[in-house]
């Protein structure tokens, strides 16, 4: 596809589909540094409708190329062109996490985890932000017990449910398959 965007190119007669076809392609295969300027441009192009695909997409590239505010940004617009994308908002979620914006992380997780009921990131990243919130509320006792209360519920597993393995910084952690 490359060779053809390239022969498209040199005639002057680019077509956005191959361009598109070759950013879906290269993100898929995580080689982020070609998706992400394909993925700009196709999100740019002059009377393209929105995608929420090939904004996730273009937030992946860019979150693994390190540039969280274009991420966020991407992900933002693939919420806005579908509002029901749990990938973005787990994304969004993790992202806030990140900015140690615990209110942002938990409404974006608690969208994911509605759109998604068995994104098993997105419970388990929801109880993170639900612990690491109530440890920054210790002075209001009410709003710490609301906040470890939605970690238990976030968290909750009963023996003999299943769990999924999934990496957390690294390492990898049990977590619940779905929601109780």
Same mark, same amino acid.
């Given at each position: 596809?490359?060779?053809?965007?390239?022969?498209?190119?040199?005639?002057?007669?680019?077509?956005?589909?191959?361009?598109?076809?070759? &950013?879906?392609?290269?993100?898929? &295969?995580?080689?982020?540094?070609?998706?992400?300027?394909l993925l700009v441009a196709a999100t740019k192009r002059a009377g393209a409708k929105p995608d929420a695909e090939l904004y996730y997409f273009q937030?992946?590239?860019?979150?693994?190329?390190?540039?969280p505010a274009d991420a966020e940004k991407a992900f933002n617009e693939a919420v806005k062109a579908d509002p029901k994308n749990a990938a973005s908002?787990?994304?969004?979620?993790?992202?806030?996490?990140? /900015?140690?914006?615990?209110?942002?992380?938990?409404?974006?997780?608690?969208?994911?985890?509605?759109?998604?009921?068995?994104?098993?990131?997105?419970?388990?990243?929801?109880?993170?932000?639900?612990?690491?919130?109530?440890?920054?509320?210790?002075?209001? /006792?009410? /709003?710490?017990?609301?906040?470890?209360?939605?970690?238990?519920? &976030?968290?909750?597993?009963?023996?003999?449910?299943?769990?999924?393995?999934?990496?957390?910084?690294?390492?990898?952690?049990?977590?619940?398959?779905?929601?109780?």
């Amino acid at each position: 596809m490359q060779r053809a965007l390239d022969l498209e190119k040199a005639a002057s007669q680019e077509d956005p589909n191959t361009a598109e076809a070759l &950013a879906r392609a290269y993100a898929r &295969a995580e080689n982020y540094e070609k998706a992400f300027p394909l993925l700009v441009a196709a999100t740019k192009r002059a009377g393209a409708k929105p995608d929420a695909e090939l904004y996730y997409f273009q937030g992946i590239a860019a979150y693994q190329l390190k540039k969280p505010a274009d991420a966020e940004k991407a992900f933002n617009e693939a919420v806005k062109a579908d509002p029901k994308n749990a990938a973005s908002l787990v994304f969004l979620g993790r992202i806030a996490l990140e /900015k140690n914006d615990y209110t942002s992380a938990i409404s974006s997780l608690n969208r994911a985890t509605l759109a998604e009921p068995r994104s098993t990131s997105a419970w388990a990243l929801l109880m993170n932000a639900y612990m690491r919130k109530a440890a920054m509320d210790d002075d209001d /006792k009410a /709003k710490v017990a609301a906040d470890y209360a939605g970690a238990v519920k &976030a968290g909750d597993v009963s023996p003999g449910e299943p769990t999924v393995r999934m990496p957390t910084g690294g390492t990898w952690a049990k977590f619940p398959a779905g929601p109780r």
